[in-house]
C-alpha cells in the first residue's frame, strides 16, 4: 500500500493526511498537479492569496484562523464569512485618510 500523503496549508497551518493526492483534492484541498498555488485546505479561499501575496492573504484570514483556535475547525466553507472579511477590508480601505 502506498503511503499516505500529508498536506499544509499555505493560509491556516492546517496539516491533514490522505490516502492519495486524488483523494486530498476531492476532500477541497487545492493542492499539485491540480493547482499551482497549493497547498490550501479546503477552509482557505486561493484568491485573496493569488491577488495579495501569501503574507497579505493570510493576514487578511487571520481573525477567521484563531476563531477556528478556540471554536474548533468548521466542517465546511463559509462564503458568507468570506465575504464579511471583504467587506471589511473595503470600508477600512475606505476610510484610510489619503
Ligand atoms: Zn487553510
Not at 18 to 31: K, P, V
Not at 41 to 53: D, E, F, I, R, T
Not at 61 to 77: D, I, K, M, N, Q
Not at 80 to 90: A, M, P, T
Amino acid at each position: 500500500m502506498k503511503p499516505p500523503v500529508t498536506y499544509t496549508c499555505l493560509c491556516c497551518g492546517h496539516t491533514q493526511a490522505f490516502a492519495t493526492s486524488t483523494a486530498a483534492y476531492e476532500a477541497g484541498w487545492d493542492i499539485a498537479p491540480f493547482f499551482t498555488l497549493q497547498p490550501l485546505c479546503s477552509l482557505c479561499p486561493a484568491a485573496p492569496l493569488a491577488m495579495k501575496g501569501i503574507e497579505a492573504g493570510r493576514m487578511r484570514h487571520a481573525p477567521v484562523h484563531s476563531r477556528w483556535g478556540w471554536e474548533g475547525r468548521p466542517r465546511e466553507f463559509d462564503v458568507h464569512q468570506e465575504i464579511l472579511l471583504d467587506i471589511n477590508e473595503h470600508i477600512l480601505a475606505e476610510g484610510k485618510p489619503s
